[in-house]
T-cell receptor, first 114, second 112 residues
Framework: KQEVTQIPAALSVPEGENLVLNCSFT??????LQWFRQDPGKGLTSLLL?????REQTSGRLNASLDKSSGRSTLYIAASQPGDSATYLC?????????????FGAGTRLAVHP | KAGVTQTPRYLIKTRGQQVTLSCSPI?????VSWYQQTPGQGLQFLFE???????NKGNFPGRFSGRQFSNSRSEMNVSTLELGDSALYLC???????????FGPGTRLLVL
């Protein structure tokens, strides 16, 4: 059974810091991995998607890496800003028994203070 | 391009009632997935529809059902509501189901 774990559960940093969020998964047979952010009471916003054949993806101040063999992904946020405060979720897509679905981690709640 | 829309945004029901939630995907997207989010269980996959057919299903009881129309709009129905069904229900759309998922704002359901 695929399990997705995100560490830390919560993080508080001063503005301007570079930070790394971690995501680990137990089954390396994934199709892709996606990072999302969720603002309180809102839906999810897609940040980056990494295909299983890729090692990393970049968008602006965000960089996500994927190491399938070790079952890990990291989301690097450069020069953090208060507007980055949100919950960050990673999700892996895998095929199992004919089913194809996204399995989410519990998220990392990030607070960036001025 | 308009994003994923969900209606209603908020809903209050009592135990035993039934509820129908609606999701309109991004134009051109044929896959619609539904998720339940609660503080205790996090985000859990309910089901996915593609071209009016349920293609994937999570581990939820039969009280949870859905359908998809020819214009890709989807509805989710929960019958005989229980207190534990209180949650944020999110739908997501994508072109064919395996690419980037785009989420709607969610419907917050409170069961009293």
């Amino acid at each position: 059974k695929q399990e997705v774990t995100q560490i830390p559960a919560a993080l508080s940093v001063p503005e301007g810091e570079n930070l790394v969020l971690n995501c680990s998964f137990t089954d390396s047979a994934i199709y892709n991995l996606q990072w999302f952010r969720q603002d309180p009471g809102k839906g999810l916003t897609s940040l980056l998607l990494i295909q299983s054949s890729q090692r990393e993806q970049t968008s602006g101040r965000l960089n996500a890496s994927l190491d399938k063999s070790s079952g890990r992904s990291t989301l690097y946020i450069a020069a953090s800003q208060p507007g980055d405060s949100a919950t960050y979720l990673c999700a892996v897509r895998r095929f199992s028994g004919g089913y194809n679905k996204l399995i989410f981690g519990a998220g990392t709640r990030l607070a960036v203070h001025p | 391009k308009a994003g994923v829309t969900q209606t209603p945004r908020y809903l209050i029901k009592t135990r035993g009632q039934q509820v129908t939630l609606s999701c309109s995907p991004i134009s051109g997207h044929r896959s619609v997935s539904w998720y339940q989010q609660t503080p205790g269980q996090g985000l859990q996959f309910l089901f996915e529809y593609f071209s009016e057919t349920q293609r994937n299903k999570g581990n939820f009881p039969g009280r949870f059902s859905g359908r998809q129309f020819s214009n890709s709009r989807s509805e989710m129905n929960v019958s005989t509501l229980e207190l534990g069904d209180s949650a944020l229900y999110l739908c997501a759309s994508s072109l064919s189901g395996q690419e980037t998922q785009y989420f709607g704002p969610g419907t917050r359901l409170l069961v009293l």
